[in-house]
């Protein structure tokens, strides 16, 4: 896509010519509505699997293909604007303040791999380095979250009306990490300083007080940091913490988190400005209170130790 263009205002006018939010949501949703059709009809156990970095780290047929077709798509309706891809990546590519497509074909591709029902195709707009339209589309369990930039959040289910996220209308105050279920993905680093961060953590979490740790309700794994920050959204999740990941994992996500009143911050601590190409990564969902005490007490469990990528 031609990278020439000046990038457009953002408006709330959903009719603007300059800036058509609702319609460049109305096609990414039929965008990630095809690229749904084309993961349920792939046969993952001979669905020709790539090693990226590691055996922990792959990629699919099916993943490249979707992406070439959202970029297709994308580039027949929007041929000014910028795209930014999983698959298409090239080192040293960044974000720019200009618009700009992001995609993830399909995140969760180790379960999808293994025939896990939790893997979405992930696809966002940006303008300023920022979100302002995303979608997140899981094609196994028919589940629609989207979201623009100042107009809320959204899930869809089965062709049902959508529901503004939080689905708890009067989301309850956090009282602590003591009352949350937390989401933390492992990546596919399992050595080294982040490894270990990243375990110590989690076991700082899940143990009691009176052995130091927060003794969280529980710890989630889903394989899918794009809708791990849905689940946030909604209200299912308390608090997602993860370090590594990339922004079109969390590109869509994000603002679907923040539409539904919840916060995004950095995982490590005080990074209270975070941003999408930060590889580092706290969402805590809508709450009437105590969002920030409970990012301070997550925070305090790392022991001044950061995730460095």
């Known amino acids: 896509m031609s990278t020439s263009a000046s ?29 749904g059709k084309m993961m349920i009809a792939a046969d993952p156990s001979v669905d020709t699997s790539d090693t990226k970095k590691n ?22 309706a929007y041929p000014t604007y910028e795209f930014l891809g999983e698959e298409s990546f090239k080192i040293g590519q960044e974000l720019s303040d200009e618009a700009t ?26 303008v300023a380095k920022k979100s302002v339209v995303g979608v997140v589309f899981n094609p196994f369990r ?4 989207t979201a623009i930039k100042g107009r809320g959040a959204f899930l869809t289910r089965h062709n049902s009306p959508r529901i503004q996220l939080p689905i708890r209308k009067n989301p309850e105050p956090l009282e602590g990490l003591n ?15 982040n490894w270990d961060l990243r375990s110590s953590v989690s ?8 052995s130091g740790g927060a003794m969280v309700h529980s710890v989630r794994s889903n394989g899918s940091a794009a809708l791990d920050l849905c689940y946030v959204g909604a209200g299912w999740i308390d608090v997602f913490w993860e370090g590594g990941c990339w922004i079109w994992d969390v590109a869509a996500g994000w603002l679907i988190v923040e539409e539904a009143g919840g ?4 995982a490590n601590p005080g ?11 706290l969402a805590i969902r809508g709450a009437a209170g105590g969002q920030k005490e409970v990012v301070e007490e997550l925070w305090g469990h790392m022991d001044g130790r950061n995730f460095v990528f």
């Not at 047929?61 to 994308?74: F, H, S, Y």
């Not at 028919?142 to 979250?145: A, S, T």
């Not at 009352?179 to 300083?193: F, M, Q, T």
């Open 263 to 266: 916060m995004v911050v950095g």
């Open 101 to 126: 497509f992001v995609c993830d074909p399909i995140d969760g591709t180790l379960n999808f791999i293994h025939g896990f029902p939790n893997t979405a195709i992930s696809l966002a707009f940006t």
């Open 7 to 35: 990038t457009p205002s953002v408006t709330s006018d959903t009719n603007s010519p300059q800036h058509p939010l609702q319609q460049i949501l109305d096609t990414l949703v039929s965008i990630a509505h095809e690229g």
């Open 271 to 281: 990074e209270w400005d975070a941003s999408l190409e930060g590889r580092s990564y």
């Open 203 to 210: 076991q700082r979490l899940l143990s009691s007080k009176s």
């Open 55 to 76: 055996s922990s780290d792959r990629v699919t047929a099916t993943d490249k293909a979707i992406e070439k077709m959202v970029q297709m798509r994308l580039s027949a």
């Open 179 to 193: 009352d949350c279920l937390v989401a933390i993905e492992w990546g596919s680093e399992r050595s080294g300083p």
């Open 142 to 145: 028919n589940e629609l979250f």
